[in-house]
């Protein structure tokens, strides 16, 4: 195999692209760190894959021969490498994996992501999966989930979390979701009944819940609001704001 070494190679500019979150327009990302990449490999079809791996390197690799390999000059690498870690990494499609949600939702709870920065949503989305949530929903203020720094801090969780878009909030109600946001002027979490289909709406970077209420509030969509457990402080940060509440819907779900 003849690795690639030139930059202006098409198929390095593509992934260059990928490496700086640019999924949108691609369709694709790129999946680093062995851990993940091993997951990735065995859980997604080969045909959606492909692996990029350092010129002369002549490991095994997860996911079997089905997977394209494509070798590249050890600086090209280092460049895409955005990481640090030195292991092979895959291009990977997403294109189809954020899907419309179809038929009535299952009970459960669901996620209502606003954020704006990759490693909060990836952050957000791995602490659901932990937790049992049943998918989440996506406000068009969320950055993309599959971008490479989401995916990182994810562990790989947005592989596996239902993901749905909902660019008209109102939609939401209509699927049956009741929406529970979190705010310290709210009802103590602790006497709170949550919903058959809870929508927990994580509140905004800096603004909060009321950056966020102000994406979805009118007058046909309503959010219970319930306050967490906090002293000596103004609020959480968003991840551990979520991770508060979901626990305490896993608690009485046992």
């Known amino acids: 195999m003849t690795a690639i070494q030139s930059p202006s190679n098409s198929r390095f500019k593509t992934w260059r692209r990928q490496a700086d979150g640019e999924v949108r327009r691609t369709g694709r990302t790129l999946v680093c760190g062995a851990r993940i ?3 990735v490999a065995n859980s997604q079809p080969p045909e959606r894959l492909a692996w990029i791996v350092p010129e002369g390197f002549d490991g ?9 390999r494509h070798e590249l000059a050890r600086g090209l690498f280092s460049e895409l490498d955005r990481f640090g870690t030195g292991q092979p990494m895959l291009d990977a499609a997403v294109d189809g994996l954020i ?8 009970k459960g709870l669901y996620l209502v992501v606003p954020l704006q920065d990759p490693i909060n949503v990836g952050a957000v989305i791995r602490t659901a999966a ?20 989401s995916v990182r801090t994810s562990a790989g969780a947005v592989f596996k ?15 049956g979701l009741e929406l529970v946001g979190l705010d310290a002027r709210g009802e103590p979490v602790a006497g709170f009944e949550f919903p058959e289909r809870t929508g927990l709406v994580v509140g905004q970077e800096g603004g ?28 959480y940060n968003a991840n551990v704001a979520a991770a508060l509440a979901m626990y305490e819907w896993k608690r009485r779900c046992r």
């Open 130 to 149: 932990g937790l049992g949530a049943s998918g989440a929903f996506l406000l068009p203020s969320c950055a993309h989930p599959f971008h490479p720094k």
């Open 161 to 175: 979390l239902p993901l749905h878009p909902i660019d008209d909030p109102a939609r939401l109600q209509g699927l």
């Open 60 to 68: 095994e690799l997860p996911g079997g021969p089905e997977i394209r």
């Open 37 to 39: 990449c091993r997951e």
């Open 208 to 235: 909060g819940l009321a950056q966020t209420s102000g994406l979805i509030c009118t007058k046909h969509v309503k959010i219970s609001v319930v306050a967490l457990p906090m002293q000596g402080i103004e609020s």
């Open 99 to 106: 899907r419309e949600p179809s038929g009535t939702l299952a």
